[in-house]
């Protein structure tokens, strides 16, 4: 039987109110959005199949974002110089 290990998020609770008012602000660009909604969930203990459900994103992608917060906390969910898909909606 496969078992796979989820890496648990805890959140400082600034990262959490940080992550919350980028989901409020009207100006927040698509990814960030998602990225923050990705790892709020994360932290509430979903998994990454439940968390794919409720964005319409692909496991996978769930997994990479988990394991950037992770290894990088907030600074790693900001879009890159190349990264050219990150728009305000």
Not at 43 to 53: H, N, P, R, V
Request: aromatic share 6%; charged share 30%; hydrophobic share 35%.
């Amino acid at each position: 039987m496969l078992q796979i290990t989820i890496s648990t998020i805890q959140l400082t609770p600034e990262e959490r109110t940080y992550l919350e008012n980028l989901l409020q602000k009207p100006s927040t660009a698509r990814c960030m959005g998602r990225r923050a909604r990705i790892v709020l969930l994360a932290a509430a203990g979903l998994s990454d199949y439940e968390i794919a459900k409720k964005v319409k994103m692909h496991e996978r992608t769930i997994s990479i974002w988990r394991r950037r917060f992770n290894n990088g906390r907030l600074k790693s969910l900001r879009p890159i110089h190349t990264q050219k898909r990150c728009f305000k909606s």
